[in-house]
């Protein structure tokens, strides 16, 4: 399963082409055993083959592909977004919100944002990441700067 996951790590223009090896590299037993699983994410995730051209996914190659991400050393996810709309709902959650209410605790929040962008400008780390998922970076980035395209080496990237 990680090697259909690491999909989203590969250029755009070669996902179809991966995908393709990787399911000519999968041995016809597990094929079998995988069908539905293989059918469920090339439906959703690569778009079904259809008299010899590929139908839209549900969601598009560019919508879940984080290559371009990952080269331009941007988020992956957007975790960052959740966490701050978790303390901003936190924050508002009372019983009986006024408006009054409603625009203290936004300001609260503007201050708050405005003292943490300040800390980022002067180099200050505001979190730190666990070192386990450091450690995923580095491993991710590693891998995105090794790919190199060719049939042979697709498979043995893709479980890396």
């Known amino acids: 399963?990680?090697?259909?996951?690491?999909?989203?790590f590969v250029p755009e223009i070669d996902v179809i082409a991966c995908y393709g090896e990787l399911i000519d590299s999968?041995?016809?037993?597990?094929v079998d055993d995988l069908s539905d699983f293989i059918h469920y994410f090339e439906k959703t995730w690569i778009g079904l083959e259809?008299?010899?051209?590929?139908?839209r996914p549900l969601f598009s190659i560019e919508l879940w592909n984080v290559r371009d991400r990952m080269e331009r050393v941007l988020s992956r996810t957007n975790n960052s977004v959740e966490g701050r709309h978790r303390t901003f709902d936190i924050r508002i959650h009372t019983t009986?919100?006024?408006?009054?209410?409603l625009i203290r605790k936004i300001?609260?929040?503007q201050s708050d944002n405005e003292i943490a962008l300040e800390k980022v400008r002067c180099g200050h780390e505001l979190t730190k990441?666990?070192?386990k998922y450091v450690q995923l970076n580095i491993h991710l980035e590693k891998l995105v700067n090794?790919?190199?395209?060719?049939t042979s080496r697709i498979s043995?990237?893709?479980s890396a």
Not at 1 to 8: D, I, V
Not at 96 to 101: A, D, G, P, Y
Request: aromatic share 10%; with cysteine; charged share 30%.
């Open 146 to 150: 090794e790919y190199i395209y060719t």
């Open 129 to 131: 990441s666990k070192k």
């Open 96 to 101: 009986h919100l006024t408006l009054s209410k």
């Open 26 to 30: 999968i041995s016809n037993d597990l």
């Open 107 to 109: 300001i609260m929040e």
């Open 50 to 55: 259809h008299h010899g051209r590929r139908r």
């Open 1 to 8: 399963m990680k090697q259909f996951r690491s999909l989203a």
């Open 156 to 158: 043995s990237w893709c």
